[in-house]
């Protein structure tokens, strides 16, 4: 029965103390007492290995042989096969006797186990939050991992994109934008579109620094607020953004072939209907409109 890995082992008299015991301080052990005649231990082993392997080195698994090891068995006075008994801190603290199923072996560690923190299991997910965290390096490599495995997903390549697009790469961006044609992802493709045109007209705009204080200064210099709004999106700093841009609009509404409201409406792609400032917004432009 070899199924070891670090935390799934065989316990011997020789080495019970060390392996059990003293192990028990860092991490609970759980102690199957098993022979190769009892038919239930062969059931019962598979399972806590299952179990074990799914806390993730929390909880280790010792197999202790009792044909073999007469000595720890003699110790622990274990009477019928299989017996399990959970150490803690150098003592038995819970266990049972006899075949159980998966649900009460679980119900019998939760009290002293802690489960693993569940990872993100879809690759995907965890690209999205990083980019909402700002992380750009690491949702790129997390996307550029899973698109080398299927480059058909459309999200996951609108979003490396936008990835690229950040670090500047944005000619790149936007092939691989150009190249994604599917009617289901128009509203993805819409936003991601929308922030390459910012952060390519950003690129040649003064510094947001000299922007504000240009602002600071007259607050009705129409051009400088529309420049730093177009600035703060390149920096996803999106409230400050739509702020000006609504004051804008409201106080200069042909400004520009109506740049103002136009550049909204990209923000709103951008962001989604579902996004909160989305809702603000479109709440404060259409009672500005009528």
Not at 18 to 30: A, D, G, R, Y
Not at 181 to 194: V, Y
Not at 207 to 218: E, G, N, S, T
Request: hydrophobic share 45%; with cysteine; glycine share 4%.
């Amino acid at each position: 029965m070899s199924h070891d890995t670090p935390y799934i082992f065989e316990a011997t008299d020789a080495d019970f103390q060390q392996t059990v015991i003293e192990n028990s301080f860092n991490k609970p052990v759980l102690v199957d007492f098993w022979a190769d005649w009892c038919a239930p231990c062969k059931v019962l082993m598979p399972m806590l290995e299952q179990i074990a392997e799914s806390y993730q080195g929390e909880l280790l698994l010792a197999k202790v042989n009792c044909d073999v090891e007469q000595q720890v068995v003699g110790m622990f006075g274990i009477r019928s096969l299989p017996t399990v008994v959970l150490f803690k801190d150098g003592q038995p603290v819970d266990g049972f006797a006899g075949a159980q199923p998966e649900s009460a072996v679980r119900a019998m560690l939760e009290p002293h186990v802690a489960l693993p923190a569940p990872k993100a299991d879809d690759p995907f997910e965890a690209a999205q939050q990083a980019f909402a965290e700002g992380q750009y390096a690491q949702a790129e490599a997390t996307l550029k991992a899973m698109l080398s495995e299927d480059n058909s997903n459309a999200s996951a390549l609108i979003l490396y994109a936008r990835c690229i697009a950040e670090r500047g790469e944005l000619g790149e961006a936007r092939t691989i934008l150009d190249a994604v044609s599917s009617d289901e992802h128009k509203a993805e493709l819409a936003g991601a579109k929308a922030q390459l045109t910012f952060l390519s007209q950003a690129e040649t705009l003064p510094d947001a620094a000299d922007l504000k204080a240009r602002v600071a200064q007259d607050p009705n210099d129409d051009e400088a607020t529309y420049q730093l709004a177009v600035r703060q999106l390149a920096r996803q700093q999106y409230e400050a953004a739509l702020d000006g841009l609504l004051k804008l609009f409201k106080r200069n509404r042909g400004w520009n072939e109506g740049l103002a409201h136009k550049t909204l409406l990209q923000v709103f792609d951008l962001l989604g209907n579902d996004h909160p400032l989305v809702t603000t917004y479109r709440r404060k432009l259409f009672s500005a409109l009528y």
